[in-house]
């Protein structure tokens, strides 16, 4: 177990909804990052925060938008859901956000848009 | 910009087989490694990092990694594979700016046969 916590587990949604996929990082970690992993794509940084800032942006979308909480938990929000964002979307955390810090991945949120 | 090619997308070996899975990557700046694994259904686990020193790197379960900078590579052993090591292994990359996003190879699949 990571310590990383990753919710919904599954989610399946139609193309133009919106979702939002919650991350609750390990005890103690600052820094939180979102990855899409998809067949086509493979795995994709999308984006970082550490301490509720936006620290690192990767290839996301500008229907997706995130952000982390003053406690710390973050939540990635998906809009206008298209067929080829179905995914396995992976929250890590690590405790200061550099390369000394190892990520620690949760379990992911599989979503699929029908 | 960064990339990472993992040059085997799956190995099949027999239990108790040495295994080695290949990882090239390019960048233009100084790099830090990372070896993931990902067993299924479940999130990405660190396996091993270089960051610096020594360039054989010891990871957990066994694997070790060798960095060589001349031919941009960084290819992960086994000497001997039990059936648990069937999973995804994942080669990554970070240049340690930008809070420590990793660049992600492919993948390769390892099916340990008995």
């Known amino acids: 177990d990571s310590g990383v916590t990753q919710t919904p587990k599954h989610l399946i949604t139609a193309t133009g909804q919106r979702v939002t996929l919650r991350c609750s990082p390990r005890?103690?970690?600052?820094?939180v990052y979102w990855y899409q992993q998809s067949l086509d794509q493979g795995l994709q940084f999308l984006i970082q925060y550490y301490n509720g800032e936006e620290r690192a942006k990767g290839n996301i979308l500008e229907r997706f938008s995130a952000q982390q909480f003053p406690d710390l938990h973050s939540e990635l929000n998906l809009s206008s859901l298209e067929l080829g964002d179905s995914a396995l979307y992976f929250c890590?955390?690590?405790?200061?956000?550099?390369?000394?810090?190892?990520?620690?991945f949760g379990n992911g949120t599989r979503l699929t848009v029908t | 910009a960064q990339s990472v090619t993992q040059l085997d997308s799956q190995v099949p070996v027999f239990e108790e087989a040495p295994v080695e899975l290949r990882c090239n990557y390019s960048s233009s700046v100084s790099v830090y490694l990372f070896w993931y694994v990902q067993y299924p259904n479940q999130g990405l686990q660190l396996l091993l990092k270089?960051?610096?020193?020594?360039?054989l790197v010891k990871g957990i379960n066994g694997f070790e990694a060798e960095f060589n900078k001349s031919q941009t590579s960084f290819h992960l052993r086994k000497p001997s594979v039990h059936i648990s090591d069937t999973a995804e292994y994942f080669c990554?990359?970070?240049?340690?700016?930008?809070?420590?996003?990793?660049?992600f190879g492919g993948g390769t699949r390892v099916l340990v046969k008995p």
């Open positions: 990554a990359v970070s240049d340690g700016a930008a809070g420590n996003k990793l660049t």
């Open positions: 890590a955390s690590s405790p200061h956000g550099t390369v000394n810090s190892p990520l620690h």
């Open positions: 005890s103690g970690d600052l820094s």
């Open positions: 270089y960051l610096s020193g020594s360039t």
